[in-house]
């Protein structure tokens, strides 16, 4: 078993598709200052996903997959790293603020 840690890269459109589904459904006004701050996190991945590409991405899959090593975790793109290091670097309650802290603020 292998895990590739997901980054932004600017060919999946995944921010086109989840734009689309959102504008499907009314919004929920108790849930906006999350929406607020996911929006604002995924504004500022897109903006340091500097030179991520699905072949990239791709290059890690096979990696992991044909690496013959028990190494378990894999960044797919180096933007995801300071919220991967966070998160294996701190505790439960340091990383849930600070991903508090990112996505909703005001919460």
Same mark, same amino acid.
């Given at each position: 078993?292998? &895990?590739?840690?997901? !980054?932004? /890269?600017?060919? #999946?459109?995944?921010? $086109?598709?989840?734009?689309? $589904? ?11 200052? +999350?929406?607020? !701050?996911?929006?604002?996190? +995924?504004?500022?991945? /897109?903006?340091? *996903? ?8 791709? @290059? /890690? ?11 378990? *975790?894999?960044? !797919? ?5 300071? &919220? /991967?290091?966070?998160?294996?670097? #701190?505790?439960? $309650? ?5 991903? *508090?802290? *990112?996505?909703?603020? @005001?919460?």
């Amino acid at each position: 078993m292998k &895990l590739v840690e997901p !980054g932004g /890269v600017p060919s #999946t459109g995944f921010v $086109e598709r989840s734009a689309r $589904e959102a504008r499907k459904t009314a919004p929920i006004a108790d849930y906006a200052p +999350f929406v607020d !701050g996911a929006g604002r996190l +995924f504004a500022e991945l /897109v903006q340091a *996903r500097d030179g991520a590409t699905s072949e990239g991405v791709a @290059r /890690v899959i096979f990696e992991a997959a044909t690496d013959d090593t028990d190494r378990l *975790r894999y960044l !797919g793109t180096e933007n995801i790293a300071p &919220l /991967v290091a966070a998160r294996r670097q #701190t505790s439960e $309650e340091a990383y849930l603020a600070l991903m *508090r802290s *990112r996505f909703a603020p @005001r919460l």
